[in-house]
């Protein structure tokens, strides 16, 4: 009895001796909070941990975490927009390089492809949450009605526009390309195109020539063109109404348009009775060397260089991302998992709807480079927003927009380095 209680005694003190006392930052809505203090509490109960929440809404946290940051005075474990790693890791050093930690996190659990978009100058920064990305949307019930086949090549697509007009009548339009969904039409064309990403992360600098993305543009001009989408002038005075907003597309007079796999009920939802719409997989030029897939982390979980317990915080992100416990207590807060494990979980749970599961796994399946976070930098899309305008209005053509595009971008760009 004494030797039991020995041991006893021992494992008590070793587990008192490791336990550390963490904090983690996050931002979110009162379900996330609800759920991610849960998670804490279950992971740190499990490992012998106490982990403070700190937590906020979206609006004042990244001014937050870059005071921090500044300060040297971060969470041990810190909730990451993924557009941010620039700001804060420029070099790959602002956070813990979880290769370090690869005997206590599972790294098995993320695809190369979903690690290469958090790792800079090959540090691994941090763990995707949920990986989101474009996937084509059509009305089935439209096209159907008009006697045409989802289209797979862009040849198809153009006949298939054609088509719904001389069908259906001049109201009808195929697709939707307006502000942000048109960038990425050429963004896509010219990836499809050329295999490159908009930014070399060698030189960091813009990886397309004018030639290359001039002819993106000119893509998306023909798609002006031939009425496949409606002009900007013809947006611009319907109010720029958002899409899922409007009549057009609830009633299937607007056939299709390219959005983030998650926001399929965003779109579905607005449908008039009887109108159905499915996620295809990517429309593709016949000599296109990659899908050019648009994909990328919706945020990540990173742990502070400054951290006193690196080790400590990496079982808690495992616990979290890997582990039943984490997984069951933070449920879909975050979207579906990036991780393997946790998605099958709340899979068979019942927890994602299959139609968001068919669209994210076209969009995984996509083949395309390497996405930098540089593409949704506000500047950077603002200005080849802002060309794209004044290309679809005649004011520039598409040589013109193209090194304006190329020139802002590369200023942007230029502001980063080393």
């Known amino acids: 009895m004494k030797l039991h209680l020995t041991t006893a005694l021992a494992l008590t003190l070793a587990s008192q001796a490791t336990a550390a006392d963490l904090r983690m930052s996050w931002w979110g809505g009162e379900s996330r909070h609800v759920a991610t203090q849960e998670a804490l509490k279950v992971c740190g109960e499990k490992y012998g941990h106490t982990v403070a929440p700190e937590f906020t809404g979206f609006d004042g946290y990244l001014e937050k975490l870059t005071t921090q940051m500044a300060g040297g005075t971060e969470a041990d474990i810190v909730q990451v927009n993924w557009p941010w790693l620039p700001l804060f890791s420029q070099d790959g050093e602002g956070f813990y390089d979880l290769t370090q930690l690869s005997d206590t996190i599972d790294l098995s659990q993320w695809s190369d492809d979903q690690l290469a978009t958090v790792t800079v100058q090959g540090k691994l920064n941090g763990l995707p949450l949920s990986t989101t990305g474009r996937v084509f949307f059509f009305n089935t019930t439209t096209l159907k009605a008009a006697g045409i086949p989802v289209p797979s090549t862009w040849e198809e697509f153009f006949s298939a526009a054609a088509t719904l007009r001389e069908s259906q009548g001049e109201g009808y339009n195929l697709f939707n390309a307006v502000k942000e969904t048109a960038q990425l039409l050429v963004t896509l064309a010219v990836v499809q195109k050329t295999g490159k990403d908009l930014v070399d992360p060698e030189t960091n600098r813009v990886a397309w020539s004018p030639e290359e993305l001039a002819a993106g543009i000119a893509h998306y001009g023909r798609l002006i063109e031939t009425g496949a989408v409606r002009s900007q002038q013809q947006e611009a005075g319907e109010g720029n109404v958002n899409l899922y907003e409007k009549q057009d597309w609830a009633q299937g007079r607007i056939a299709g348009s390219y959005e983030w796999d998650t926001t399929y009920f965003k779109y579905a939802d607005p449908l008039a009775e009887g109108q159905t719409i499915d996620s295809v997989a990517p429309i593709r030029f016949e000599d296109a060397v990659t899908d050019g897939a648009y994909r990328k982390p919706s945020m990540l979980f990173a742990i502070?260089?400054?951290?006193?317990?690196?080790?400590?915080?990496?079982?808690?992100?495992?616990?979290?991302?890997?582990?039943?416990?984490?997984?069951?207590?933070?449920?879909?807060?975050?979207?579906?998992?990036?991780?393997?494990?946790?998605?099958?979980?709340?899979?068979?749970?019942?927890?994602?709807?299959?139609?968001?599961?068919?669209?994210?796994?076209?969009?995984?399946?996509?083949?395309?480079?390497a996405i930098s976070p540089f593409n949704e930098h506000p500047e950077l899309r603002g200005a080849f927003i802002d060309a794209l305008e004044e290309y679809s209005y005649g004011m520039i053509d598409e040589v013109e927009a193209a090194e304006i595009i190329i020139d802002a971008a590369n200023d942007v760009l230029s502001g980063f380095d080393s």
């Open 304 to 369: 502070s260089r400054n951290s006193d317990n690196p080790e400590a915080a990496a079982q808690i992100v495992n616990c979290l991302l890997t582990e039943a416990q984490g997984i069951d207590a933070l449920k879909d807060t975050r979207g579906l998992p990036a991780s393997k494990v946790a998605a099958d979980r709340l899979i068979e749970a019942g927890m994602i709807k299959p139609e968001i599961v068919k669209a994210h796994e076209i969009a995984m399946a996509a083949s395309g480079p």
